[in-house]
């Protein structure tokens, strides 16, 4: 082996040190909560009702937040958390008499072969954030937004998409959510991103474009598990960002729905219910009944063929429904 083989070895070898090395920081700078930081997160269920300690309490339907990879959001994009009583103490909007609907703005084209259906969306939306009104709005155009071409993806600059939107929230509008099939990014240095909201704001956009499943040539018409896919992985992201709008930040506490994702894998792998934390958030806000927002969840996915999802909420209704 002559020198500069040796050299081009030993360089490769220590740029893959480096990568361990480098690795292993980012992952040391955030630790997966334990049992005790969980429940802390949550906060006394002292003085609830049964039902309502069922719904918040730590049990094994609630999986602990992953170990997160290399590339993964934390590890990217460090999180503090937001336990509930953080949550008690910020300023989140409130819903009051004049601002009580969830408005769903579609933005561009929706091609019926390989969109998701506009009408599961808002039922979703609807049973999800139960007892809100959802609505969907006629779709349009945004107005003047920058763009780029990348790669095979024409993209939208998200803050003028949310400047548009924030220009045309309905009056009664607890929030504006806009939906679209372009692809979006949020600054020149980004490669793209799946959503981004202004939650004082009340308003939020969030892209299809890269939820696509593999379904053959451009412009073929997906399949029945195709179309699952593509509802559940629209479904999952519309709420996250809802989630937002009623200012509940990323969790870091349990695997759920409001856990940050840098890619389609990590997004994939979260599940589509909320974790004791975020949802005791949301109830404080919305004040729904646990048992009836489950019923019309489990109504939604045995409709939608979601098997998994179905048997998941109907075991947390068989706990609720359980003597003391």
Same mark, same amino acid.
């Given at each position: 082996?002559?020198?500069?083989?040796?050299?081009?070895?030993?360089?490769?070898?220590?740029?893959?040190?480096?990568?361990?090395?480098?690795?292993?920081?980012?992952?040391? !700078?955030? @630790?997966?909560?334990?049992?005790?930081?969980?429940?802390?997160?949550?906060?006394?269920?002292?003085?609830?009702?049964?039902?309502?300690?069922?719904?918040?309490?730590?049990?094994?339907?609630?999986?602990?937040?992953?170990?997160?990879?290399?590339? %993964?959001?934390?590890? @990217?994009?460090?999180?503090?958390?937001?336990?509930?009583?953080?949550?008690?103490?910020?300023?989140?909007?409130?819903?009051?008499?004049?601002?009580?609907?969830?408005?769903?703005?579609?933005?561009?084209?929706?091609? !019926?072969?390989?969109?998701?259906?506009?009408?599961?969306?808002?039922?979703?939306?609807?049973?999800?954030?139960?007892?809100?009104?959802?609505?969907?709005?006629?779709?349009?155009?945004?107005?003047?937004?920058?763009?780029? @071409?990348?790669?095979?993806?024409?993209?939208?600059?998200?803050?003028?998409?949310?400047? %548009?939107? @924030?220009?045309?929230?309905?009056?009664?509008?607890?929030?504006?959510?806009?939906?679209?099939?372009?692809?979006?990014?949020?600054? !020149?240095?980004?490669?793209?991103?799946?959503?981004?909201?202004?939650?004082?704001?009340?308003?939020?956009?969030?892209?299809?474009?890269?939820?696509?499943?593999?379904?053959?040539?451009?412009?073929?018409?997906?399949?029945?598990?195709?179309?699952?896919?593509?509802?559940?992985?629209?479904?999952?992201?519309?709420?996250?960002?809802?989630?937002?709008?009623?200012?509940?930040?990323?969790?870091?506490?349990?695997?759920?729905?409001?856990?940050?994702?840098?890619?389609?894998?990590?997004? %994939?792998?979260?599940?589509?219910?909320?974790?004791?934390?975020?949802?005791?958030?949301?109830?404080?806000?919305?004040?729904?009944?646990?048992?009836?927002?489950?019923?019309?969840?489990?109504?939604?996915?045995?409709?939608?063929?979601?098997?998994?999802?179905?048997?998941?909420?109907?075991?947390?209704?068989?706990?609720?429904?359980?003597?003391?």
């Amino acid at each position: 082996m002559n020198r500069t083989n040796i050299g081009i070895l030993g360089l490769a070898v220590l740029c893959s040190l480096l990568v361990i090395v480098f690795t292993s920081m980012v992952a040391a !700078e955030f @630790q997966v909560p334990d049992a005790s930081t969980r429940k802390a997160a949550v906060g006394s269920l002292r003085g609830l009702d049964h039902e309502m300690r069922v719904a918040f309490g730590d049990d094994r339907s609630f999986a602990s937040f992953p170990e997160p990879g290399f590339n %993964d959001w934390v590890s @990217q994009h460090p999180e503090k958390g937001q336990t509930y009583r953080q949550y008690s103490g910020s300023r989140y909007n409130k819903i009051n008499q004049q601002r009580r609907v969830l408005y769903i703005q579609p933005l561009g084209e929706f091609d !019926e072969r390989l969109s998701p259906s506009l009408e599961a969306l808002r039922d979703f939306t609807a049973a999800y954030y139960y007892p809100m009104k959802v609505v969907v709005l006629p779709a349009r155009l945004p107005g003047k937004v920058t763009s780029r @071409q990348n790669g095979d993806f024409k993209q939208w600059l998200t803050g003028d998409v949310l400047d %548009d939107l @924030q220009a045309r929230i309905p009056n009664n509008a607890y929030s504006l959510l806009g939906v679209t099939m372009t692809d979006l990014y949020p600054d !020149e240095s980004w490669n793209f991103v799946f959503g981004q909201a202004r939650y004082r704001a009340r308003v939020g956009v969030f892209s299809f474009a890269r939820y696509l499943p593999q379904s053959g040539d451009e412009g073929s018409v997906m399949g029945e598990e195709q179309n699952r896919v593509l509802l559940k992985r629209a479904a999952k992201v519309l709420t996250h960002e809802t989630g937002h709008m009623f200012g509940v930040r990323h969790c870091i506490y349990y695997h759920c729905n409001m856990n940050g994702a840098n890619h389609l894998q990590e997004a %994939d792998a979260a599940p589509m219910h909320l974790c004791p934390v975020c949802l005791r958030k949301l109830h404080r806000v919305i004040g729904f009944s646990p048992l009836s927002r489950y019923k019309k969840l489990n109504a939604f996915y045995v409709k939608h063929g979601m098997t998994e999802d179905a048997r998941w909420v109907q075991s947390r209704l068989e706990q609720m429904k359980k003597k003391q």
